[in-house]
């Protein structure tokens, strides 16, 4: 995931759909998270509908602000330079659950997902800029250095234990952004259907459902020409991470941005994780969990995690493999 970067003050706004009926809202904000942000709403009427879109906007920004790494003030800047704690009046609390239910996940799928891995990042920037691979040793040893995450809950508060200054939450926040414009949005009177999408970070919620286009990873294009899949997806959220968008260009070859946390070095035998879960912050960090390991691992690992959990993968050689429920 991009880093975010600060909200802008005034979210230009791409034109409504044309030709829709009364009570349906469908625009497109730019930039926001860095990303094109489409939220549609059906409500009861134009006003209704309307206002529950300005009010998804106006909290995917407010939260951005906390956690965008852009804006050395943000709070999450803050926290990461030591100078916020939990139990300052300043720090807010969607930092703390963030931060809290990264450590989960980071329990959870065993390092696979590492909330605070950017020095990895860092010096495959650097490769690319000096455009000379790194050394393997160099990087297990870079990957070792942060085996232990650098902060702990402790009775529900946030506790420091090391140096938490490469704390990104990159493949986890916007997903959780996502969810909580799209669930303030969804509790307003009238409301019957919400759906965002930020970036291909999106949920649905309410009547009907939202098709949603699974690129071939080795064969992308900007005019959707090229599709595994189309999927419908209702009440659900979807994620996808992989190495056709983003990644790192070192001495002529291709590296994929996902970095396997544990050696350092990026994963090289995926191409593409798709990902169907019950939110968008879930859907977002199990994406970045089933690309690290074996595809039949990851499947094995999925399965055991919850029913409610499906995934479409895409190996470096095009082999396709699905979960048992994945729609299709």
């Known amino acids: 995931m991009p880093q975010i970067p600060p ?29 094109d942000l489409r939220i549609q709403v059906w409500g009861t009427d134009d006003q209704t509908a309307e206002q529950a879109q300005g009010v998804a906007l106006a909290e995917v920004q407010r939260l951005s602000a906390v956690f965008t790494t852009w804006d050395e003030s943000s709070a999450l800047c803050q926290w990461r330079r030591g100078e916020l704690e939990d139990g300052d009046v300043r720090f807010p609390p969607e930092l703390r659950q963030v931060l809290a239910e990264a450590a989960g996940w980071f ?17 495959w920037l650097r490769a690319e800029r000096e455009d000379v691979v790194p050394d393997r040793a160099e990087m297990a040893e870079l990957a070792s250095s942060i085996r232990d995450l650098p902060w702990r809950v402790d009775d529900g508060r946030i506790v420091r234990v090391g140096d938490c200054a490469g704390a990104d939450l990159n493949a986890f926040v916007k997903g959780w952004i996502v969810d909580r414009g799209l669930e303030l949005a969804a509790d307003l009177p009238g409301v019957r259907r919400v759906a965002l999408n930020a970036g291909g970070d999106l949920r649905h919620h309410g009547e009907g459902d939202w098709g949603v286009g699974i690129e071939d990873p080795l064969r992308p294009s900007d005019n959707r020409a090229n599709r595994l899949a189309t999927i419908r997806v209702r009440n659900r959220a979807v994620a996808t991470s992989g190495l056709a968008r983003r990644g790192f260009r070192v001495a002529g070859q291709w590296f994929g941005h996902v970095v396997d946390p544990r050696t350092g070095w990026p994963v090289t035998h995926l191409a593409q994780a798709t990902v169907l879960a019950p939110d968008a912050a879930t859907a977002d960090v199990l994406a970045t969990i089933c690309g690290v390991p074996a595809p039949d691992e990851a499947l094995d690992w999925l399965a055991a995690a919850s029913d409610e959990y499906d995934a479409l993968l895409v190996t470096s050689e095009g082999v396709v493999l699905r979960s048992a429920g994945f729609p299709g």
Request: glycine share 14%; aromatic share 4%; hydrophobic share 35%.
């Open 7 to 35: 909200p802008l003050p005034d979210q230009p706004v791409g034109p409504l759909v044309p030709g829709l009926p009364d009570g349906i809202a469908d625009a497109t904000f730019q930039p926001v998270m860095g990303t």
């Open 107 to 123: 329990a959870a799928g065993d390092g696979a997902y590492h909330p605070a891995c950017e020095v990895l990042r860092e010096r």
